[in-house]
């Protein structure tokens, strides 16, 4: 049975699709209803009790979907250059490694997955940034280095979590 949290971690897909249509309102409201989607399903999964290793996994890969359909749109617009893409990316290409290192130490299968702290920020701040360029604001070149410092943090973080089992 698919829960009212996952069903609403499943919209930000077709939310992102609202960036197909070149109009700075359908974008900036697909970015507020993804925004909302991803604070309400955590909540509800909480307060509901029906959190699952499923929905741990869902709920940040429909954030991913969303962002990365987004910025390719941007960057196709030629409104975002290719390194202000990966900058803010670079949390997930963090997380591409720890999966990696997971797989091959024969991990995965013990590691309970939860968000983390660095993830939930670097998400929220993918959000405004895409809001501020959206509205054709110019971000600061250091916005991107942080960014990427916050991918360094979360991968520091996954590696010093007591959720990496030592079996």
Known sequence: MLSLSN????????????????????????????????????YLARRQRTTTQ???????????????FALTVLFLESKLAIWQACAMISRDFALCLFGIYLSLSGRWGSYE?????????????????LIGLTVGLSVPIYVYGIFI???????????????????
């Open 113 to 129: 997955f939860k968000a983390i702290r660095w993830g939930k920020i670097t998400t929220a701040m993918q959000f405004l940034i």
């Open 7 to 42: 069903s609403l971690s499943f919209l930000r897909a077709p939310l992102a699709f609202l960036f197909l249509i070149e109009n700075t309102s359908f974008r900036i409201l697909a970015i507020f209803l993804a925004m909302l989607t991803d604070s309400v399903d955590g």
């Open 149 to 167: 410092l916050f991918g360094v943090l979360a991968f520091v973080e996954l590696f010093g979590h007591k959720r990496l089992s030592t079996n």
């Open 54 to 68: 499923f929905g741990a996994i869902l709920d940040p890969a429909m954030d991913k979907f969303f962002v990365f």
